[in-house]
C-alpha cells in the first residue's frame, strides 16, 4: 500500500496547458497527414520488419539498385527506398513518441494510485468511526 505521507503528485493542469499539449498534438497530426490505421487482420498478417530482416531488406534494396536491369519494371526500386527511409524516419519518431507515453501512463497510474489509496484510507476511517459510533456516521 501507498504511503500517505508520500505524496508524488499533488498538482493539476491549467486549461491553458491542456490546450497547448492538445495544440501541439494537432500541429504534429497536420505535419503526418500521410498515417495511416490497419485492421487487427492487417495487424496480424502484415509481414513485419525487424532488426534482422531490415539489414536483409537494406543489402536486398541496394543489391536490387545495382542491377535494375535484371528486374521487371513493376518492381519500383525508388518506391523500395522510399519505403524503407520512410520506416527508420516513422521509428525515430514512434521512439520519442512511446517515450513521452510511457511518462504520461506512468503519471497517470502515480495520480491514480494516490488518490484511490487516499479514498480507501478514507472510506476505512469513516467506517471505523461509525463502528465506533461517531454521531452522524451509521454503519
Known amino acids: ?6 505524496n508524488r503528485i499533488n498538482t493539476v493542469l491549467t486549461e491553458e496547458q491542456i490546450n497547448n499539449v492538445k495544440t501541439a498534438i494537432k500541429s504534429i497530426q497536420a505535419q503526418l497527414p500521410l498515417l495511416t490505421g490497419l485492421t487487427v487482420e492487417e495487424r496480424i498478417n502484415l509481414p513485419k520488419i525487424n532488426v534482422a530482416n531490415k539489414a536483409f531488406t537494406e543489402d536486398a534494396i541496394n543489391a536490387i539498385s545495382n542491377n535494375t536491369e535484371m528486374l521487371p519494371i513493376f518492381l519500383n526500386v525508388n518506391h523500395m527506398k522510399n519505403d524503407l527511409k520512410f520506416f527508420t524516419q516513422l521509428d525515430e ?3 520519442l513518441v512511446r517515450q513521452l507515453l510511457e511518462k504520461l501512463e506512468d503519471t497517470q497510474m502515480l495520480a491514480g494510485s494516490e488518490s484511490y489509496v ?3 484510507t478514507g472510506y476505512k476511517l469513516f467506517s471505523a468511526a461509525a463502528e465506533a459510533g461517531v454521531p452522524g456516521l451509521e454503519k
Not at 500500500?1 to 508520500?6: A, K, P
Open 1 to 6: 500500500m501507498s504511503n500517505l505521507n508520500n
Open 93 to 95: 519518431l514512434t521512439g
Open 118 to 120: 487516499s479514498a480507501l
